[in-house]
């Protein structure tokens, strides 16, 4: 049912902490410095200017630094060797009594490089393209099924399109941060993270520290989007100063260090061929798929595994390519891998659709496939056409024109589009412990993590369905490395997985209650874990799956893009709470506008860095671009996936959702953009005045 959120209140009053907003006696403060080659190594730093101002305490570099352990993820071994991979890569950090004297202290460390010529540059011609060993998360980098070449060249209809992204940059509103604090050999931090204890571990091992020894608390976290679902930058650099000057230090990126070092979307350059008889029913499919990945850590972005399940072809190749540039490595962004993935074969579908005369919503019905196309095997549940039919109604799809370029009010062109969606349902293991007070309350703790989608609520009402009491009688604690195990929040899979060890617990406390309710003056605790209970469960093709629906308008004289109407269908499973829910499905699908048609890395090749890295220079969807946006989701029910019945929501609405808009820009305009974002420049000297009407 719906459910405010329980920490709402303390939000909106300024009561909720994040993670430089702790406690912390005789703090101080830290600011990192940025390396200004693009490659190369450092010959001299001179902190001497920094240190004398008023309040600077040290400066922290890779001849001056706590030695870190090797062996973890390269791009965290920081401040241990001269060497610069990238620009913006951070190489020091200047610790002051306060913020401004570490700010000032940063801009006065003088350092000199041995710089050294450089590659930066995504092409599909790269001679270092190679094929990785697999891509995000653990799939095989290229599958094959059939004979592609052989059905693609007996297909009565054929598209062939190259489609490419740029970098996108995930910005949460709440920067990496971190407070970090020795005592005894124990390191407590305060990290705005997706999941504390990877970070604990990964701490733990860079400090040669028992586990045990490090504590991470993420009570709140102003949004990640993927880009902290791992250890990164913050907290090793705060731990590493805290551990010089033998105090606490809080440090937090700048908005602009945001644009790179802690990860990205990559860019994509993507080949799509469908093969298809002239009823639109698609015979041939291959995706290839280019990205890039930084010279120190490789980051395969999944990018063409969209396309192995969701429509039907029997004849069926997919690649994926990836070449080391001297850039940041690349990381988890919304839906990595399908997202830019569906923009691609989304794009394709609807280049098909006018190819073969066939209603682009129709032409995705007809190639549904019966079962999983890449594994043979049967779907747990497949509601894509139900969420295609479903949107087609309440959208007013009926009568459509197909012909491009038609429909016009005004001096304004209007056109609709319409795209798929569809993204894993997955469930990791987790444990919780539930305990029941004498006094009929209840405590359930897990360290799981609300990074603003609202899962501390949603757990708190599965645990008080499992208890079945009333909520007033349940207490939830998160965030917390202390607290029982369990994965990031990332994935779609935060819900899915918590909740099950969650209703696992309760119901395992229920069990032992007494018949008559007393409960011990003790209490009475019970805490499980589901991994073994996960890892007996079949595998099977699980997934969520949408539909995208969107009216654009485009002005012939100016070539202003505007979005009249978005509105998206989705089957997800159960759906918790549904005004969070709402709020998941439409953030998603306002970021997939953002990617179609405002966001965009720029790259100078020069240096190898983003020239806009602000949100003055880095345009992002706001609320006067989203003119109306509705979501809606199917009862759905599917019994094998988890206790709760959920497959996660966080990712499904950006999927598809900028295919969409583009499929209805062409619509409007007959003028097909296979590079985002869709600016009006790609589109001004193509456009029929307005006097031709």
């Not at 799981?448 to 349940?474: E, M, S, Y």
């Not at 699908?589 to 720029?602: D, I, N, Q």
């Amino acid at each position: 049912m719906a459910q405010t959120r329980l920490e709402g209140r303390d939000k909106v009053t300024g009561a909720a902490r994040y993670a430089v907003e702790f406690p912390a006696d005789d703090v101080t403060y830290g600011w990192a410095v940025p390396a200004s080659v693009t490659r190369g190594r450092i010959t001299r730093i001179d902190a001497a200017p920094a240190l004398a101002v008023p309040g600077v305490l040290d400066v922290l570099h890779h001849g001056h630094a706590p030695r870190l352990a090797p062996g973890v993820d390269a791009t965290l071994f920081l401040l241990q060797d001269p060497s610069v991979h990238y620009r913006g890569e951070l190489i020091a950090v200047v610790v002051a009594e306060t913020l401004e004297a570490a700010r000032e202290g940063a801009r006065l460390v003088r350092i000199d490089y041995d710089a050294e010529a450089h590659s930066t540059v995504l092409t599909e011609h790269h001679p270092g393209l190679y094929r990785p060993d697999k891509v995000n998360p653990g799939y095989p980098p290229d599958t094959a099924d059939g004979d592609f070449d052989a059905g693609y060249a007996a297909a009565e209809i054929r598209v062939d399109a190259t489609y490419r992204t740029p970098a996108y940059h995930n910005n949460p509103m709440e920067p990496h941060a971190t407070t970090a604090q020795w005592q005894d050999g124990r390191l407590l931090v305060h990290d705005s993270n997706q999941g504390s204890s990877p970070v604990q571990a990964t701490v733990a091992e860079l400090f040669g520290l028992p586990t045990e020894a490090v504590r991470v608390i993420t009570e709140h976290v102003g949004g990640g989007f993927g880009s902290k679902g791992i250890t990164k930058a913050p907290v090793v650099l705060a731990a590493l100063a805290a551990r010089q000057v033998g105090r606490p230090v809080r440090l937090a990126l700048t908005r602009q260090q945001l644009f790179g070092p802690i990860g990205y979307r990559t860019p994509t350059i993507q080949r799509v061929r469908l093969g298809a008889d002239i009823d639109g029913r698609i015979s041939a499919v291959c995706h290839d798929a280019i990205s890039q990945t930084s010279t120190i850590h490789e980051f395969a972005e999944q990018t063409a595994v969209y396309t192995r399940s969701m429509y039907a072809g029997r004849h069926r190749r997919t690649t994926h390519r990836l070449v080391r540039l001297d850039v940041p490595t690349p990381f988890w962004m919304r839906a990595p891998g399908e997202c830019p993935g569906a923009y691609a074969l989304e794009s394709a579908m609807d280049e098909l659709a006018t190819a073969c005369g066939v209603d682009p919503v129709e032409l995705r019905i007809r190639n549904d496939p019966a079962v999983d196309p890449e594994q043979g095997q049967p779907f747990s549940s497949r509601n894509l056409v139900a969420c295609l039919r479903e949107g087609a109604r309440r959208f007013g799809w009926a009568g459509r024109d197909p012909r491009p370029g038609v429909r016009r009010d005004g001096r304004w062109l209007v056109g609709t589009g319409v795209a798929g969606s569809s993204y894993p349902a997955r469930a990791r293991a987790a444990a919780a412990t539930a305990t029941a007070a004498p006094d009929g309350t209840f405590e359930v703790r897990i360290n799981a993590t609300d990074i603003g989608t609202g899962a501390r609520t949603a757990l708190w009402q599965v645990a008080a369905d499992a208890l079945a009491v009333p909520g007033d009688r349940v207490t939830i604690r998160i965030g917390d490395s202390a607290l029982p195990p369990a994965g990031v929040a990332g994935g779609s899979m935060g819900t899915a997985s918590w909740s099950w060890a969650v209703i696992r617990a309760c119901e395992g406390l229920r069990d032992r209650i007494p018949a008559g309710g007393t409960v011990p003056a003790e209490g009475l605790t019970v805490e499980v874990s589901t991994a073994d209970e996960i890892r007996a469960q079949p595998a099977r093709p699980r997934y969520a799956y949408g539909a995208h629906f969107v009216e654009v308008r485009v002005d012939v004289d100016t070539g202003e893009i505007r979005l009249n109407r978005m509105l998206g269908v989705f089957a997800a499973g159960r759906i918790v709470n549904p005004t969070t829910a709402r709020s998941q499905f439409i953030g998603g699908m306002t970021m997939g506008v953002s990617m179609a048609l405002h966001e965009e890395g720029l790259l100078d090749e020069r240096y190898g860095d983003w020239v806009n890295h602000d949100f003055a220079t880095y345009h992002i969807s706001a609320c006067a671009d989203v003119e109306r946006i509705e979501a809606y989701w199917l009862p759905e029910e599917d019994r094998e996936l988890n206790p709760a019945g959920v497959k996660g929501i966080g990712e499904i609405g950006i999927v598809g959702s900028a295919a969409a808009v583009t499929n209805a820009v062409h619509h409007a305009t007959g003028i097909r953009v296979r590079d985002l974002p869709v600016r009006l420049d790609k589109l001004l000297d193509r456009l029929p005045h307005a006097d031709s009407a």
